[in-house]
């Protein structure tokens, strides 16, 4: 079941806050292939399970 608090995705401002990096470092990432992103329309939204992909990667990799 969903949660309602939280988004699917995120714009890509939002989603550089919910990551606490910046935008060049955000298009780096979706550049490089570690983040995929989704386009509606003229939006580009960054699913919440690529965020949360990420950081256990970067964990994994930390470890």
């Given at each position: 079941?969903?949660?309602?608090?939280?988004?699917?995705?995120?714009?890509?401002?939002?989603?550089?806050?919910?990551?606490?990096?910046?935008?060049?470092?955000?298009?780096?990432?979706?550049?490089?292939?570690?983040?995929?992103?989704?386009?509606?329309?003229?939006?580009?939204?960054?699913?919440?399970?690529?965020?949360?992909?990420?950081?256990?990667?970067?964990?994994?990799?930390?470890s």
């Open positions: 079941m969903l949660s309602t608090n939280e988004p699917l995705a995120y714009r890509i401002a939002t989603a550089c806050q919910v990551l606490g990096i910046g935008r060049t470092k955000l298009y780096s990432l979706i550049c490089n292939g570690e983040i995929q992103t989704i386009k509606i329309g003229r939006r580009v939204l960054v699913p919440r399970t690529e965020l949360e992909a990420l950081l256990r990667r970067l964990q994994s990799e930390k």
